[in-house]
């Protein structure tokens, strides 16, 4: 079963507006983590941010904060104030307990594009 | 501090030939993964490292694909021998542990071509 669903492959968002990318994800264990990475056209996968289950507070990191939402099991990442330079592939993730230990999750990832 | 760090960074082989890729995890980090990337999609889990021990390979091809972490330090990922299908992007990441809480870090990755 898909841990992670990313519905949007690509988006568009004008430099200096905000812009939404959605994640929702399935584990039944009460502790896991959700990060976010961008993924510049280099390559190189690149942290973000991350929230944990448990946190009662939405995580901020500079422009960047994760609407968790525990109920609806989502964890949509909102840029604000978008720069050229944010345009790239952006992926969800989720480290969730398997019967090997922790496991990584991955969606399929969001390509976003800031129109200048 | 330095990243993780991997090599080559672009590799092109025919098909049937052997092909390894290195990695260096940052330093202090016990956990390590070597994923494979296809075009247009998420990393996929090859292989985990806890220290030495590979806790985890169940979606490594083991018909064709191995790995290494002798020391606990450093990793190997060899093909032998390469298909067309495995053109691809090899990332590897490390962590401090495998915890919940643990952000990963990537290294460039290495872009294999298979002609």
């Known amino acids: 079963a898909q841990k992670i669903t990313q519905t949007q492959p690509g988006m568009f968002v004008q430099e200096k507006e905000a812009v939404t990318l959605d994640c929702t994800y399935d584990t039944s264990d009460p502790s896991y983590g959700l990060f976010w990475y961008k993924q510049p056209s280099s390559g190189e996968m690149i942290f973000l941010i991350y929230q944990g289950s448990y946190d009662q507070q939405n995580a901020t990191e500079g422009r960047y904060s994760l609407n968790f939402q525990k109920a609806r099991k989502s964890a949509n990442l909102v840029i604000s104030a978008s720069q050229l330079g944010d345009s790239a592939m952006y992926f969800c993730a989720m480290s969730a307990p398997s019967n090997t230990g922790n496991q990584f999750y991955f969606g399929t990832g969001t390509s976003l594009t800031v129109i200048p | 501090e330095a990243g993780v760090v991997q090599s080559p960074r672009y590799k092109i082989i025919e098909k049937k030939q052997p092909v390894a890729f290195w990695c260096n995890p940052i330093?202090?980090?016990?956990?390590l993964y070597w994923y494979l990337q296809n075009l247009g999609q998420g990393p996929e889990l090859l292989i985990r490292?806890?220290?030495?021990?590979?806790?985890?390979d169940s979606q490594l091809p083991k018909d064709r694909f191995s790995a290494e972490r002798l020391k606990g330090v450093d990793s190997t990922l060899k093909i032998q021998p390469a298909e067309l299908g495995d053109s691809a992007v090899y990332l590897c990441?490390?962590?401090?542990?495998?915890?919940?809480?643990?952000?990963?870090?990537f290294g460039p990755g290495t872009r294999l071509t298979v002609t």
């Open positions: 330093s202090g980090h016990n956990t």
């Open positions: 490292y806890e220290n030495e021990e590979a806790v985890d």
């Open positions: 990441a490390s962590s401090v542990t495998s915890g919940s809480s643990y952000e990963q870090y």
